[in-house]
T-cell receptor, first 113, second 111 residues
Framework: DAGITQSPRHKVTETGTPVTLRCHQT?????MYWYRQDPGHGLRLIHY???????DKGEVSDGYSVSRSKTEDFLLTLESATSSQTSVYFC????????????FGPGTRLLVL | GESVGLHLPTLSVQEGDNSIINCAYS??????FIWYKQESGKGPQFIID?????DKRQGQRVTVLLNKTVKHLSLQIAATQPGDSAVYFC??????????FGPGTRLSVLP
């Protein structure tokens, strides 16, 4: 998985609790992304980062926040988890935006009860 | 098992046959495309890419064809093997913006 790890790999939580997912890369790539994957949908972008402390929203950013304090780590936080946020979350990295290939991590399966 | 892709279209092929997986992309101005393979419980894996100034690109056992006239992308897999069983999806990119991903097709290889 191109030097990308995600933690935890599986998580079960209750509605209303905060949840933080971590993505760690060893490739020193500038761009990092968080996607969610749901049945019947393609991967949908939640947030992305184009450098340390530089982030921007994707198409499904409501209810999520991110932080990037180091090049290698990109955190996704669900401030107050809802059942609609039950999904598989993937982190991706890329040396550049758009015209560069994105490489994906193994994913985190989140179940919100 | 993996819940993603429960309602995906499925292509079933005999082991050893060639597979053709299709993708209709959304934006006629998209200029960069990628095919990914996703096995159950794993993250998407890069297979091959193509830019809009090309019609065809070949890799190891895979070929991607791009038809800009009808906004169509296809992935051909030669001599399909059991290890090719997975969900395949395309991604399109416009002028260096963020990618748009298709929902995918499940390839099932029959013995």
């Amino acid at each position: 998985d191109a030097g990308i790890t995600q933690s935890p790999r599986h998580k079960v939580t209750e509605t209303g609790t905060p949840v933080t997912l971590r993505c760690h890369q060893t490739e020193n790539h500038r761009y990092m992304y968080w996607y969610r994957q749901d049945p019947g949908h393609g991967l949908r972008l939640i947030h992305y980062s184009y450098g340390v402390k530089d982030t921007d929203k994707g198409e499904v950013s409501d209810g999520y926040s991110v932080s990037r304090s180091k090049t290698e780590d990109f955190l996704l936080t669900l401030e107050s988890a809802t059942s609609s946020q039950t999904s598989v979350y993937f982190c991706a990295i890329s040396p550049g935006q758009g015209k560069e290939t994105q490489y994906f991590g193994p994913g985190t399966r989140l179940l919100v009860l | 098992g993996e819940s993603v892709g429960l309602h995906l279209p499925t292509l079933s092929v005999q082991e050893g046959d060639n597979s053709i997986i299709n993708c209709a992309y959304s934006n006629s101005a998209s200029d960069y495309f990628i095919w990914y393979k996703q096995e159950s419980g794993k993250g998407p894996q890069f297979i091959i890419d193509i830019r809009s100034n090309m019609d065809k690109r070949q890799g190891q056992r895979v070929t991607v064809l791009l038809n800009k006239t009808v906004k169509h992308l296809s992935l051909q897999i030669a001599a399909t093997q059991p290890g090719d069983s997975a969900v395949y999806f395309c991604a399109e990119n416009l002028y260096g913006q963020n990618f748009v991903f298709g929902p995918g097709t499940r390839l099932s290889v029959l013995p």
